[in-house]
Nanobody, 126 residues
Framework: VQLQASGGGLVQAGGSLRLACAVS????????AGWFRQAPGKAREFVAL????????LLAEAAKGRFTISRDSAKNTFYLQMNSLKPEDTAVYYC????????????????????WGQGTLVTVSS
C-alpha cells in the first residue's frame, strides 16, 4: 500500500482546507485510514481515523467540531476537511493507514499504522 497526500497550503485563521490521501493498493475489509500531524518541535499527534468498511470515524479532541474525515471508496481516496483553522493547527499532516482494523484504544499510537504518506504542510496565519 502506498499513500499520497495532497492539499496542504497557507490559509488565514478561520479558513478551510481539504487534505486528500490517495491509496494505491487494497482497501479490503478491515482497512483503516487516518491522519496525524506534527508541529515544529512537537511529537506527532493523532488527528482522525476512519474505518474503510462502514465509515465509522474517530476524531481527536482538538479536531472535534472543526475537522471531518471521510473516504471515497470509488476513488480509493480519503480526506480531511478542516474548517475554522487556527494558528495552532499549523503542522505537517501525514496520512496513515493499516491493512487491518485499528481498535479505538490504539488509534493515537503511531506504531499502530503500517503505512505513512509523505506529509503535507499546513500553515495557518493569524
Amino acid at each position: 500500500v502506498q499513500l499520497q497526500a495532497s492539499g496542504g497550503g497557507l490559509v488565514q485563521a478561520g479558513g478551510s482546507l481539504r487534505l486528500a490521501c490517495a491509496v494505491s493498493g487494497s482497501t479490503s475489509s478491515g482497512f483503516t485510514a487516518g491522519w496525524f500531524r506534527q508541529a515544529p518541535g512537537k511529537a506527532r499527534e493523532f488527528v482522525a481515523l476512519i474505518r474503510w468498511s462502514g465509515g465509522s470515524t474517530l476524531l481527536a479532541e482538538a479536531a472535534k467540531g472543526r475537522f471531518t474525515i471521510s473516504r471515497d471508496s470509488a476513488k480509493n481516496t480519503f480526506y480531511l476537511q478542516m474548517n475554522s483553522l487556527k494558528p495552532e493547527d499549523t503542522a505537517v499532516y501525514y496520512c496513515v493507514a493499516h491493512s487491518s482494523r485499528v481498535i479505538w484504544s490504539s488509534a493515537a499510537n503511531p506504531t499502530a499504522y503500517g503505512y505513512w504518506g509523505q506529509g503535507t504542510l499546513v500553515t495557518v496565519s493569524s
